[in-house]
């Protein structure tokens, strides 16, 4: 368990590829996960994109596996809505230390 894991709503695409094989967007699904929201420090919003570096961004510790936009086969990423606010998940690490889990780099989705 991470320590003061809230419950957080995953919305993930359920696309896949069409006959030509470009992606076409499903009908997202949605499941309760657990984890700790954080606020991001220097570091963490320095590895984002210079444009996204003065939006809302969190780190999120979870033990769910999370996945990122991939540009290559056009996968979009997943999203996690806390307090009714969207975030997208941006960059995800692999923490294998103490206690295995994912770090989690979120932007907040302006809509």
Known sequence: MILGSLPVT???NTGSRGTDGRWVDG?????TIY???QPM???DMASLPEGE????GKKFYTRTLLKTANQHDGTPADRIIYDSITYEVRG????????PHYKALLVRIQE
């Open 10 to 12: 995953l919305s993930r």
């Open 41 to 43: 420090n220097g570091k």
């Open 27 to 31: 009908t997202p699904t949605t499941s």
């Open 53 to 56: 570096r003065q939006v809302d």
């Open 92 to 99: 995800v690490a692999h923490e294998n230390r103490i206690i």
């Open 35 to 37: 984890g700790s929201i």
